[in-house]
């Protein structure tokens, strides 16, 4: 959740530049991160990269659980 929720911060052009920076950045986070468990780390990925390859899919059902908002004012 913690990688996830800054790469929503981060603003970025394309889609495919959007994948390569968050997948590189991914890398950098368990750098950072310092999880050792190979397990743990496979399947935090495997959501992580679901999540940012369907977020075309998810974005509206989120926008249509929500009732008088928009997906762009909400915070993340």
């Not at 990269?49 to 249509?64: A, N, S």
């Amino acid at each position: 959740m913690q990688f996830l929720y800054g790469i929503d911060l981060i603003a970025i052009e394309s889609e495919e530049q959007k994948k390569y920076d968050i997948f590189r950045g991914l890398d950098e986070f368990w750098t950072g991160a310092g999880e050792g468990d190979p397990d743990v780390k496979a399947f935090a990925e495997g959501l992580i990269r679901g999540t940012v390859e369907h977020l075309e899919d998810i974005d509206p059902l989120i926008q249509k659980a929500v009732d008088k908002w928009k997906l762009l004012r909400m915070a993340a």
